[in-house]
């Protein structure tokens, strides 16, 4: 019964959309500016810097919280809370089903169940940010330096697997657009 819960409220907590909660009270309609996704990266570019960090520090939250706090009762309960937390941000009910790339609530996930990892996972994405300037780039990265860090540890491989493939599919179109603008322009 805890796993059910941990998944239902996992779910349901990740669906809320900070970022469009945030630019609606700013009156601002985030699937018709930059990318139309509704994400932190998109706010920042809308709203400011300061927004995009508010915005990516409660989707950070999102994926924290439910996975600590069912980690607390049980491990695998606290896994699938964080998961669920990631499926509800990009598939939310309350979006129709569209929502953010999940990088921030699955960033929050690593942080509750396996705080260590956020480490190298973190270090990834800031050292791929700040040499390429592709936040996408950083974020499959990012993606992927937790399944590595799963094999390595031998722990939750399972669980690493899923995160990195949610963010992986969520950023395909950006990574395949930008390939083909390279391709297209040079």
């Not at 630019?23 to 920042?44: F, I, K, W």
């Not at 810097?49 to 989707?59: C, E, K, Q, Y």
């Amino acid at each position: 019964m805890t796993w059910v819960a941990a998944v239902l409220v996992g779910y349901l907590v990740g669906a809320v959309s900070p970022a469009t909660i945030v630019a609606s009270r700013r009156g601002v309609d985030l699937r018709g500016v930059g990318s139309g996704n509704p994400g932190a990266t998109n706010v920042g570019r809308a709203l400011g810097p300061r927004t995009g960090v508010v915005v990516a520090v409660l989707d950070v939250l999102k994926g924290l919280v439910p996975a600590a706090a069912f980690g607390a009762v049980d491990h695998r309960a606290g896994l699938l809370a964080g998961v669920a937390a990631v499926i509800g941000h990009v598939t939310s009910p309350f979006l129709r089903g569209r929502g953010g790339k999940g990088v921030a609530t699955a960033g929050g996930a690593i942080l509750g169940s396996h705080p260590l990892w956020a480490v190298p996972v973190l270090g990834t994405w800031l050292v791929v940010v700040a040499v390429s300037r592709w936040s996408a780039l950083a974020s499959v990265c990012a993606a992927l330096a937790v399944l590595v860090v799963g094999i390595v540890v031998g722990e939750d491989v399972l669980w690493a697997a899923a995160l990195c493939v949610i963010v992986l599919v969520r950023h395909q179109p950006n990574v395949m657009r930008r390939l083909e603008a390279r391709r297209g322009g040079g």
